[in-house]
């Protein structure tokens, strides 16, 4: 679990505007933005106080400001009630939200190449870590997927801030045809990458963890599990992550991650138990008296 | 402004209390945490003081870890939740010692839910409980499958309850007392929880999920992994009212802990009303992770909106008069 404290509250939506395909809302929220790292994420309630919706909607924070005290944005796309609702949102009207949520990005402590690779709205939590990265005189390249041109999300600002930014959608209606694998290992080869980020659909992080175990440097990967909560408590988020002690737990995405280490994500087990998970039937239990022998 | 002998004699009289009694067992205010919705409170403490509550109910805990079941594991349906989590849990050896004294430190009462696959399973946590300092009361969850009849329901059938529920308390220090937790998908609920008193349960937990489905049209495959899940939430509150009101009716000695949706003060109140002792707040947890709170606090504006004294003197209430009435209407 993140060691720092999420808070709760009331925000005001301060603005909402449109971004390339997406809906982005900003709210007043200082307690949520003072806290906040990049790769963590807001818990918001939908639907209004009697609200039918039970479960919290998450979206990567995409930026936080100064302003009024501390501002937070997110941005999303309409893809259920939820989000149709949130999108009706005006200036002044009210949200609940939690936050920040989840295991931040860690930042190397040297300045090194990184590369971060996104698709669609997974791009979202990459702005706040490339910026993070270039404070601390780190290199950036970007590696932005889509469907098509307007899904690719905030190209502009990629090309900013990036030392360089390289695009792919399915159409090829901007950049290369194709996906963000396909020229991926061209970037880390020409920037010399030390470290890749990555953060998208689970296909595509499974292929990016390959790709970067291949060339052998570090890969940290930010899952999107559905969930429910946000906080920890309704065990719905899980993927089997190996530990550290190399035993396969269900891990809870929302406070275990979302970022976790590439290589010990089982990629290939994602929507199910492994035989051998903790607690799985092919886990064989040791006693007690077991561990304590071996703790000596 | 110094207040006048009677302006604080009233101020004291306008603030209920909250204390009620479980048989043995007496907890500052009725407002609990449902089992399996709050883990071990470690993370609610990160939204407010676990300490203030009635008691936190641990998610069942198991003799072995279990792996639960496969994500998806939840889908959201109209005020409420399908959920099939499987018992994911550390088993009760981290259990005992990792969670259980961390809450204690929390100045918390910790009443601890236990799931087996077999009476030798309860009869293990109940012992391991039994030994562990601070255990404040141990809940039974009725609602796990039982190996030994191909993983139907220890609550499938009534004997099979009762047989863990005796089991349970013949092991357990007599000093905790013991709730059966049963979900309203049997055949008979007052007959199961007359079983289970009989067997020596000192109270009731009721209610637990009710099996529903949901199916994703654009899949065409069923929303959860586990296919069929439990339902909970608002969208049960009325069937888990009416298990309350009935089994209190047949048992009204009988403490019990209600929940099914309780979301505000009034909810809690409503449960109160059919004869519940105490209520357990679940799923509103989900979107409310200090709903426990505000539930306390709800409840007492209640309380003195109504100018009820003793939140006590209101349990039941809502037999008053009725003359048996609600049984015959089951
Ligand atoms: C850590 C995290 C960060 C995210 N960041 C963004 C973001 O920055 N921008 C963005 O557009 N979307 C993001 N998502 C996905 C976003 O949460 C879903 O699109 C949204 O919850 C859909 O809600 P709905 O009511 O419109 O859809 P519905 O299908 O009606 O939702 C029903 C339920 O399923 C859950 N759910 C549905 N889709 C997803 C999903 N893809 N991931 C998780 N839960 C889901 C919802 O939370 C809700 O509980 C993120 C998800 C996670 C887990
Ligand atoms: C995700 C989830 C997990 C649950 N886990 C348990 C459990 O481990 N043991 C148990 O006795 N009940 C469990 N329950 C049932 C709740 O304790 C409660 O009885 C039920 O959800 C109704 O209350 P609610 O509507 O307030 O959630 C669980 C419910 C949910 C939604
Ligand atoms: S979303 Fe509830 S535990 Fe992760």
Redesign the pocket.
């Known amino acids: 679990m993140s060691d720092v404290r999420p808070v709760q509250m009331s925000s005001p939506v301060l603005t909402v505007r449109q971004v390339d395909a997406y809906h982005a809302i900003t709210v007043v929220a200082p307690g949520i933005a003072e806290r906040f790292r990049s790769g963590q994420f807001v818990a918001v309630a939908v639907g209004g106080e009697h609200s039918a919706m039970l479960t919290r909607r998450m979206f990567a924070i995409h930026e936080v400001k100064p302003d009024y005290g501390g501002t937070v944005e997110f941005l999303f796309t309409v893809r259920g009630k939820g989000t149709a609702w949130l999108a009706e949102r005006r200036s002044r009207d009210l949200l609940d939200i939690i936050g920040p949520l989840g295991r931040p990005f860690p930042l190397p402590r040297d300045p090194v190449n990184c590369v971060l690779v996104g698709g669609g709205s997974g791009s979202v939590p990459l702005f706040p870590l490339a910026h993070a990265l270039r404070r601390r005189g780190c290199r950036v390249d970007f590696v932005l997927g889509g469907a098509t041109a307007s899904r690719v999300f905030n190209a502009m600002t990629a090309r900013r801030i990036a030392e360089t930014a390289t695009f792919t959608t399915d159409d090829g209606s901007l950049g290369t045809k194709g996906r963000v694998t396909d020229v991926l290992a061209q970037v880390i080869e020409e920037a010399y990458s030390d470290v890749v980020y990555a953060c998208g659909p689970m296909p595509m992080l499974r292929e990016v963890t390959a790709i970067a175990m291949h060339y052998g440097i570090p890969i940290q990967v930010s899952v999107e599990e559905t969930m ?1 909560c946000g906080t920890g ?4 988020c899980v993927v089997p992550v190996v530990g550290e002690d190399g035993i396969t737990r269900m891990a809870r995405a929302c406070v275990d991650g979302p970022v976790f280490r590439g290589e010990r994500v089982r990629f290939d087990d994602v929507g199910t138990v492994p035989f051998d998970a903790l607690g799985a039937p092919g886990w064989k239990a040791r006693s007690v008296e077991d561990q304590a022998r071996e703790a000596g | 402004m110094p207040l006048d002998a009677e302006t604080v004699a009233e101020t004291a009289a306008m603030i209920p209390d909250l204390r009620v009694r479980l048989g043995e067992l007496e907890l500052a205010n009725p407002v609990v945490t ?4 709050a883990g071990a409170g470690r993370e609610l403490a990160r939204f407010f003081d676990i300490a203030r509550i009635g008691a936190v ?1 641990t ?2 805990v198991t003799v072995e870890p279990r792996a639960g079941w496969p994500a998806p ?2 889908a959201e349906t109209p005020s ?2 399908l ?1 099939t ?1 499987g ?1 994911q ?1 550390p088993g009760i050896d981290v259990f005992v010692q990792r969670d259980l004294p961390w809450l204690l430190s929390r100045g918390a009462r910790a009443v601890v ?1 236990v ?1 087996g696959g077999s009476v030798d399973e309860y009869v293990t946590l109940a012992q391991r409980l039994s030994e562990a300092p601070g255990v404040t009361a141990i ?1 039974v ?1 009725l ?2 499958p039982d190996l030994s009849r191909g993983g139907e329901h220890f609550t499938a059938d009534p004997e099979a309850a009762a047989q863990v529920v005796a089991a349970v308390r013949e092991t357990a220090r007599s000093d905790i007392p013991v709730f059966a ?1 049963l ?1 309203p998908d049997v055949a008979d609920l007052v007959a199961l929880a007359g079983k289970c008193v009989a067997a020596g349960a000192d109270g009731l ?1 009721l ?3 009710v099996r529903g489905m949901v199916i994703d049209v654009d899949t065409m495959r069923p929303a959860v992994a586990g296919g069929m899940g ?1 339902l ?6 009325p069937i ?1 009212v009416a298990c309350v009101y009935q089994v209190h009716a047949a048992y009204p000695e009988v403490p019990i802990i209600g ?5 505000t003060g009034r909810d809690a109140l409503e449960f109160l009303l059919a004869g519940a002792s105490a209520v ?7 979107h409310d992770p200090s709903a426990c709170m505000r539930v306390l606090r709800e409840l007492e504006r209640e309380l003195i909106d109504r100018g009820v004294e003793r939140v006590e003197s209101l349990i039941g209430a809502a037999h008053h008069g009725m003359g048996g009435l609600g049984v015959a209407a089951g």
């Open positions: 429910a408590i309704c065990m719905s | 449902a089992a399996g919705c109910v998610k069942s594991r939840i409420g939740v959920s989590v018992l849990g839910s799931a809940e969850n609602s796990s937790k979900s937990a209610v637990n999920t439990g909970s939430g608002p969208a049960i509150r888990a929940m099914g949706g309780i979301g357990a707040v679940g799923t509103a947890l989900f």
